[in-house]
């Protein structure tokens, strides 16, 4: 995904060196307004042509895998289960799956964010004791470090 963006950045930023802005664009009608601004200078639009076709390639492939990773996902009954809790898509459950292949061995649920290197924000004063959203532990970066 990061490298179809710094495509389109690439463009916009070819087309403002000739004063053309794009404008605010649908994914779908950027490629036809981009070559509605180059039609009129040949080598403008020889320059993006190739780029327009990277993007077309790319943005396909990235539609191929997602395709496949979602028939991965759905085809694993713990991916589905996964993904049934908010914000769990199909590329985190089966991240999860892979990394933890047998919860059996984690005694409580909290222990799998340790053992990933994640820790939940604490915030403690006198009596209070506040367990928040997870942040990644600075003393413990890789995945299973202890």
Same mark, same amino acid.
């Given at each position: 995904?990061e490298?179809i963006?710094?495509l389109?950045?690439?463009?916009r930023?070819i087309?403002?060196?000739?004063?053309?802005?794009l404008?605010?664009?649908?994914?779908?009608?950027?490629?036809?307004?981009?070559?509605?601004?180059?039609s009129?200078n040949?080598?403008?639009s020889?320059v993006?042509a !190739?780029?327009?076709r990277?993007r077309r390639q790319m943005?396909g492939?990235?539609?191929?895998?997602?395709k @496949?990773?979602? %028939?991965?996902a759905?085809?694993?009954a713990?991916?589905?289960q996964?993904?049934?809790m908010?914000g769990?898509?199909?590329?985190?459950?089966l991240i999860f799956v892979?990394?933890?292949?047998d919860?059996a061995?984690?005694r409580r649920?909290?222990?799998?964010?340790?053992w990933?290197g994640l820790? !939940?924000?604490?915030?403690?004063?006198?009596?209070?004791?506040?367990?928040g959203e997870?942040?990644r532990? @600075?003393r413990? %970066?890789?995945?299973?470090a202890?």
């Amino acid at each position: 995904m990061e490298g179809i963006v710094r495509l389109v950045l690439s463009v916009r930023g070819i087309l403002r060196n000739f004063c053309l802005k794009l404008g605010r664009v649908s994914k779908g009608r950027w490629e036809k307004r981009v070559r509605e601004l180059t039609s009129e200078n040949a080598m403008l639009s020889d320059v993006v042509a !190739p780029i327009l076709r990277l993007r077309r390639q790319m943005s396909g492939e990235l539609a191929m895998m997602s395709k @496949r990773i979602k %028939t991965l996902a759905k085809s694993d009954a713990t991916c589905r289960q996964l993904m049934m809790m908010p914000g769990m898509g199909p590329v985190t459950a089966l991240i999860f799956v892979t990394a933890v292949d047998d919860p059996a061995r984690f005694r409580r649920a909290c222990d799998i964010g340790a053992w990933a290197g994640l820790k !939940p924000k604490r915030s403690r004063s006198g009596e209070r004791d506040v367990s928040g959203e997870i942040t990644r532990s @600075r003393r413990n %970066t890789g995945a299973g470090a202890r």
